[in-house]
C-alpha cells in the first residue's frame, strides 16, 4: 500500500540549514508529484511548494522562494525538502504528500518530522 | 495574497449535522478551486476526507459529504459522532504555484 515515510525530528541552530527526506512505497514514484506542507505549533497547515520527481523540476510559495530547495533521488524513490538560514518561527512539523493534479488534491501523507530551531 | 478563509471554531451535538465552509476573502469559490479537505487530530498528520469538491475519499464515511453552498465550498457532517472531534482544513488550488490552506476549523462535538 502507498507509504510516506519521513526523516526523523531534528534541533538546529539559528542560521542553520535543515534537510528532510521523505520515502515513498507502494507507487511508481515517478508518477506523482510531491509537495510539502509544514505546521507551526498550535498552528494551521501552510503550503511550502512541489517537485516533479520525473523532471526534478519544483516550484514554491513565495514566502520561501531563495531559501528553500526540493530535490529527489529517483533510486531510492525518496524527496527531499532543504530549508536555510533558519529562523524560530521555522520551528514547525515538515509533512510530505503526493499530490493529484485535476483534480489537485493530496492523497497520502506523511508522518511529519519535527524540525526545531533554537539556540 | 490569497486569503482562504474558515470558522475558527464550531459546536455541534453528537447526532446533529454541521456545515463548515471555506471561503475566498475577495472572490468566490468555484469547482476550479477543486475545493478539498482535511481533518487532522492532534498529533497525526492530516487526513484527505473530501476532494474536487465533493468526492469521499477511499474509506471517509457517507456522513462526510462536500458542496459548494453559495460563494464558498462547505464540509457537511451528518449525524456528527464523538471522534469527529477534530481540527478540519480545507484547501484551494489557485494555480500551479499556489495552493492555499483554510486556516482550519476546530470542531467540538458535545
Known amino acids: 500500500q502507498v507509504q510516506l515515510v519521513q526523516s526523523g525530528a531534528e534541533v538546529k541552530e539559528p542560521g542553520a540549514s535543515v534537510k528532510v527526506s521523505c520515502k515513498a512505497f507502494g507507487y511508481t514514484f515517478n508518477d506523482y508529484y510531491m509537495h510539502w506542507v509544514r505546521q507551526a505549533p498550535g498552528q494551521g497547515l501552510e503550503w511550502m511548494g512541489w517537485?516533479?520527481?520525473?523532471?526534478?523540476?519544483?516550484e514554491f510559495a513565495q514566502k520561501f522562494q531563495g531559501r528553500v530547495t526540493m530535490t529527489r533521488d529517483t533510486s531510492i524513490n525518496t524527496a527531499y525538502m532543504e530549508l536555510t538560514d533558519l529562523r524560530s518561527d521555522d520551528t514547525a512539523f515538515y509533512y510530505c504528500a503526493r499530490a493529484w493534479l485535476a483534480p489537485y488534491y493530496f492523497d497520502y501523507w506523511g508522518q511529519g518530522t519535527l524540525v526545531t530551531v533554537s539556540s | 495574497q490569497t486569503v482562504v478563509t474558515q470558522e475558527p471554531s464550531f459546536s455541534v451535538s453528537p447526532g446533529g449535522t454541521v456545515t463548515l465552509t471555506c471561503g475566498l476573502s475577495s472572490d468566490s469559490v468555484s469547482t476550479s478551486n477543486y475545493p478539498s479537505w482535511y481533518q487532522q487530530t492532534p498529533g497525526q498528520a492530516p487526513r484527505t476526507l473530501i476532494y474536487n469538491t465533493n468526492t469521499r475519499s477511499s474509506g471517509v464515511p457517507d456522513r462526510f459529504s462536500g458542496s459548494i453552498l453559495g460563494n464558498k465550498a462547505a464540509l457537511t457532517i451528518t449525524g456528527a459522532q464523538a471522534d469527529d472531534e477534530s481540527d478540519y482544513y480545507c484547501?484551494?488550488?489557485?494555480?500551479?504555484?499556489?495552493?492555499?490552506f483554510g486556516g482550519g476549523t476546530k470542531l467540538t462535538v458535545l
Open positions: 517537485i516533479n520527481p520525473d523532471s526534478g523540476g519544483s
Open positions: 484547501l484551494l488550488y489557485m494555480g500551479s504555484v499556489n495552493w492555499v
